[in-house]
T-cell receptor
């Protein structure tokens, strides 16, 4: 079967750095996405990785290792507005997204 | 631009009744999707459409039907609602010719079936 694993919840301090991990087992791989979802709102696109390595976009970076079936999202200089759920999704061989359950990130002052 | 709109925002529905959730996008995206999101579970694909006139079944299609008469609209119909269909429903679209093909989501419909 297809499976995406992420921690259910993480807590971090404002101004700090946090790493959210995602491991996956899917039928085929055509890219990995990270989305942010604030409570009661729709998911919004954060990052995309299809090749191994690190992609940096401002305070957010995403890393991929296809051989290990592993990705992480790194958030730097945390702000209170970063409190949200972070969703990992893998595009499979049918070009459909398989979603993890999401990691709820709580930022404390 | 409006992006993707969904209606209604929320609804309480009696079991056994039918209902259509509406979804409209103005980005001229060729692909559209319907997901349900339940607490503790990832988004689950109900139905999708790669282009106008075609539809396909996702992971959890039972009890739902869709149509794609044109590029902009992708309604989801519950023929006879059951309490297990209580969920938040998100419509999404993507440009399959784009670099990332990332999906853009509507604001969601919160449905309660009693």
């Amino acid at each position: 079967g297809q499976n995406i694993d992420q921690p259910t919840e993480m807590t971090a301090t404002e101004g700090a750095i946090v790493q959210i991990n995602c491991t996956y087992q899917t039928s085929g791989f055509n890219g990995l996405f990270w989305y942010q979802q604030h409570a009661g709102e729709a998911p919004t696109f954060l990052s995309y990785n299809v090749l191994d390595g690190l992609e940096e976009k401002g305070r957010f970076s995403s890393f991929l290792s296809r051989s290990k079936g592993y990705s992480y999202l790194l958030l730097k200089e945390l702000q209170m507005k970063d409190s949200a759920s972070y969703l990992c999704a893998v595009r499979d061989s049918n070009y459909q997204l398989i979603w993890g359950a999401g990691t709820k990130l709580i930022i404390k002052p | 631009t409006a992006g993707i709109t969904q209606a209604p925002t929320s609804q309480i529905l009696a079991a056994g009744r039918s209902m259509t959730l509406r979804c409209t996008q103005d980005m001229r995206h060729n692909a559209m999707y319907w997901y349900r999101q339940d607490l503790g579970l990832g988004l689950r694909l109900i139905h999708y459409s790669n282009t106008a006139g075609t539809t396909g079944k996702g992971e959890v299609p039972d009890g739902y039907s869709v149509s794609r008469a044109n590029t902009d609209d992708f309604p989801l119909t519950l023929a006879s609602a059951v309490p297990s269909q209580t969920s938040v429903y998100f419509c999404a679209s993507s440009d399959r010719g784009g670099d990332y093909n990332e999906q853009f989501f509507g604001p969601g419909t919160r449905l309660t079936v009693l």
